[in-house]
């Protein structure tokens, strides 16, 4: 999904005044004769990624991103502290692990939407504020690991903001139920929290 949850996702915040990149992570080796139940669920057993576990590295891959842009936000011109996340299902996990994970390859905010693997554990110690939104009719990971999630967040007493939309299904391809205008939602807390003032670079 790099143009519905990528690149037409960083236009919409171009619009917005936010500098936008999209990450490529690294994701399963799909084997075309393995059964549809093999693919994307630990360490690969066939092909290339035989034996490495791809979720870690995904991960791995989204802590770098953000340690990437903060080492070169000056040529990027860029705040180095203002760096941003936006994830979507499996690239929600790839978020969760990027807020869970060390602080140089944290983000300073987080937005995951439908994320994969949302889930009440407690969040570290400086885990950055969170904007998270679902459908409520999402057949793919429901909704309830969005709402531990926030629970999780606001029982930490850190910053959080949860919309569980009525209708959109997984991918909010489903509209008129408020999930299609989410990111509208997404630019009055970008807005809310001073992320979109200008700052000098």
């Known amino acids: 999904m790099m143009s519905y949850e990528g690149v037409d996702v960083a236009k919409r915040l171009n619009q917005m005044g936010v500098d936008a990149f999209v990450l490529k992570y690294r994701t399963t080796y799909v084997d075309p004769d393995a059964p549809p139940a093999a693919a994307g669920r630990g360490p690969a057993a066939t092909g290339p990624q035989a034996g490495q576990n791809v979720r870690e590295m995904a991960g791995a891959d989204g802590q770098q991103a953000v340690r990437l842009l903060r080492q070169h936000a000056a040529e990027f011109g860029v705040q180095p502290r203002r760096i941003g996340m936006i994830g979507y299902s499996a690239g929600g996990a790839v978020l969760l692990s990027t807020v869970y994970g060390p602080t140089d390859g ?50 930490a007493g850190l910053p959080a903001e949860l919309h569980v939309f009525q209708t959109g299904q997984h991918g909010f391809g489903k509209k008129g139920g408020g999930a299609d205008r989410y990111l509208d939602r997404v630019e009055e807390w970008l807005k809310l929290n001073g992320w979109l003032t200008k700052v000098s670079k």
């Open 106 to 155: 944290r983000p300073d905010f987080a937005v995951p939407v439908y994320a994969a693997g949302a889930n009440s554990n407690p969040p570290p110690e400086g885990a950055p504020p969170l904007f998270i939104t679902v459908a409520a009719d999402d057949q793919t990971v429901g909704y309830q690991g969005s709402i531990d999630l926030f629970g999780a967040w606001r029982k």
